[in-house]
């Protein structure tokens, strides 16, 4: 069971990914945990992702597929995998695409956690962190009992830069151009799945399992 998470930022497809690998025993594979890996092991891959990193480019697309295979190959991804934040763009999709076929393996399912743009914006944009002993809360969801006051500890809560409004705005704005043609790509393909994103994230994930064990 190969699958690819796509959804907008914040449409909570990383907590959906991580809930499938624990109730299938499959591994939960991040291009970034991978280049860490690879960075902190100084594999040759890592040397390369090292260098592209230091000045401050962006990884190419084949090497960062080439670090992905490397990392399906390995024994635990025998029954599958779920990949969570790649691929991003057409190209970098046509590039895994190519690559697994030409090792005859294929992705099984693309599911797709979908969104609305106003929803995300309020979710994100309503996120609150306290600095000293990272407790999260949401002004709407989940509120702290005194108003902009840790429960925990008593400290200051705080707005990280990633959940202002204009940020998330932005983020999203760059998802609808880059990413979300990969929707289209794998329903060409014939492997896309859509569930509700807006639902509780049980029945999002109950909506998902019902959709892999058709």
Request: glycine fraction near 8%; charge should be negative; charged fraction near 30%.
């Amino acid at each position: 069971m190969k699958i690819v998470m796509l959804g907008a930022p914040g449409a909570g497809k990383g907590t959906q990914a991580q809930m499938i690998c624990e109730k299938y025993g499959i591994p939960h594979v991040s291009t970034g945990d991978i280049f860490r890996e690879n960075i902190r092991n100084n594999t040759e891959l890592g040397q390369q992702v090292k260098s592209y990193l230091n000045e401050g480019k962006l990884v190419p697309d084949e090497l960062t597929v080439r670090i992905l295979l490397d990392r399906v190959a390995k024994e635990d991804c025998a029954n599958g995998y779920v990949l969570d934040g790649f691929p991003r763009t057409i190209p970098q999709a046509e590039v895994l695409t190519q690559k697994l076929e030409e090792m005859n393996d294929k992705i099984d399912f693309a599911i797709d956690v979908e969104v609305p743009d106003e929803n995300i914006i309020r979710r994100m944009s309503g996120r609150r962190s306290c600095p000293k002993c990272g407790a999260t809360y949401h002004v709407t969801y989940i509120p702290p009992k005194q108003d902009g006051i840790c429960d925990e500890c008593g400290s200051a809560l705080v707005q990280r830069d990633d959940d202002k409004e204009e940020t998330v705005k932005e983020r999203l704005n760059v998802y609808h151009k880059q990413t979300q043609p990969l929707i289209e790509y794998y329903g060409n393909a014939g492997v896309l799945k859509t569930v509700d994103g807006t639902k509780d994230m049980k029945e999002v994930f109950e909506d998902i399992t019902a959709l892999l064990e058709e």
